[in-house]
């Protein structure tokens, strides 16, 4: 009997690999905030590869990263890698970004401006609630002080981010159809 699954094509890898690489350099752009959470565009690169790539190939790059992470290449913010740095206060959203792509990945493949902003809006709320209760577990500062240091500076840039990344992705993919490249 054979295998039904459709198998993953040279062209696709190479878009997860590029995806992964953009999200390492967008971990790379940093912005302290007095909470000890920084802003970074990783969660911007993450649901972007989710839109573009769709939520398998999304999901992919997001766990390629991750994982990179984890086993020490310095690919999270400010060059730094290995397993230590997901059991620091912000982990909980590092471990959250294959789900962020999953969601903006589905809710693109759903079809629709309305989907998208779904998906990435769901992703947001999952990026939060995880790195929330990280924080909180790490920290023990109680929740009500966690979600102010870690969350809500964060919420009107997830609402920009939702807001913008629609339009981005579909530029990129016209771009990409342009040349001749298709996703």
Do not use: H
């Amino acid at each position: 009997m054979e295998s039904k699954q459709k198998k993953i094509t040279t062209r696709e890898l190479c878009y997860i690999g590029i995806f992964t690489a953009v999200i390492a350099v967008c971990a790379q752009i940093t912005i302290p905030q007095p909470g000890g959470v920084s802003f970074t565009l990783q969660v911007w690169a993450i649901s972007l590869a989710g839109l573009v790539l769709g939520p398998k190939n999304g999901t992919a790059a997001a766990v390629i990263y991750v994982l990179l992470g984890i086993f020490g290449a310095p690919v999270f913010a400010n060059l730094s890698g290995g397993f230590g740095v997901i059991m620091r206060p912000t982990g909980g959203f590092i471990l959250s970004f294959p789900a962020v792509a999953l969601l903006a990945g589905l809710g693109e493949r759903k079809g629709g401006i309305v989907w998208a902003l779904l998906g990435l809006a769901a992703g947001s709320i999952v990026n939060w609630a995880v790195g929330l209760f990280w924080f909180n577990w790490i920290t023990e500062f109680g929740l009500r002080l966690s979600f102010v240091s870690a969350v809500a500076p964060f919420i009107p840039v997830g609402i920009i981010r939702t807001a913008v990344l629609p339009m981005i992705s579909k530029s990129i993919k016209a771009a990409l159809r342009k040349a001749k490249v298709p996703i």
